[in-house]
T-cell receptor, first 115, second 113 residues
Framework: DSGVTQTPKHLITATGQRVTLRCSPR?????VYWYQQSLDQGLQFLIQ???????AKGNILERFSAQQFPDLHSELNLSSLELGDSALYFC??????????????FGPGTRLLVL | GENVEQHPSTLSVQEGDSAVIKCTYS??????FPWYKQELGKRPQLIID?????GEKKDQRIAVTLNKTAKHFSLHITETQPEDSAVYFC????????????FGAGTRLAVHP
């Protein structure tokens, strides 16, 4: 167990809908990262937050947004869902913003299925 | 651009043999290279990492080597066991991106008894 938690574990929804995925980082970690893993694909970096502020962006669609709250948990919002958004969404956390070379610890993921 | 290439995409070995997975990266300023193991349906778990100031690191049956000049790094697993079967991802931390990691496409390792 990495100490990173994600809810829900599974999510089934329809095209056009909006969902929110939640992540709680390890105790003491200030940075949260979101990744998308499609079937048999690698890990695509979406976005990073540090202590409530956005720090880095990857291949995140405009239909997707994220935020990090004062208690450091983060939410990833996916809207106008399409079939191709079906994937595993992972959250990871690390101690700080990454000025040093830090380990990222992954949560168990949320499996999203868009029908 | 930011890119990490990983080879091979699949690797099949007999139990007890060695396995080698290779990655190349594009950013010469990259300074941190972790390797993650992902079992089916599970989270990626860090198995070993290497910083740019060393050329090799070992942890029991696992070792990683780094060649900064050639911009490539490799994972070596010796005396493979069936429980080593998983997908392995290499990653590189790119400069200017805080702790942003770019992952390779993954290698599916199968160890046959």
């Amino acid at each position: 167990d990495s100490g990173v938690t994600q809810t829900p574990k599974h999510l089934i929804t329809a095209t056009g809908q909006r969902v929110t995925l939640r992540c709680s980082p390890r105790s003491g970690d200030l940075s949260v990262y979101w990744y998308q893993q499609s079937l048999d694909q690698g890990l695509q970096f979406l976005i990073q937050y540090y202590n409530g502020e956005e720090r880095a962006k990857g291949n995140i669609l405009e239909r997707f947004s994220a935020q990090q709250f004062p208690d450091l948990h983060s939410e990833l919002n996916l809207s106008s869902l399409e079939l191709g958004d079906s994937a595993l969404y992972f959250c990871a956390s690390s101690v700080s913003s990454g000025r040093s070379r830090e380990t990222q610890y992954f949560g168990p993921g949320t499996r999203l299925l868009v029908l | 651009g930011e890119n990490v290439e990983q080879h091979p995409s699949t690797l099949s070995v007999q139990e007890g043999d060695s396995a080698v997975i290779k990655c190349t990266y594009s950013d010469s300023a990259s300074n941190y290279f972790p390797w993650y193991k992902q079992e089916l349906g599970k989270r990626p778990q860090l198995i070993i990492d290497i910083r740019s100031n060393v050329g090799e690191k070992k942890d029991q049956r696992i070792a990683v080597t780094l060649n900064k000049t050639a911009k490539h790094f490799s994972l070596h697993i010796t005396e493979t066991q069936p429980e080593d079967s998983a997908v392995y991802f290499c990653a590189a931390r790119f400069s200017g991106g805080y702790n942003k990691l770019i992952f390779g496409a993954g290698t599916r390792l199968a160890v046959h008894p």
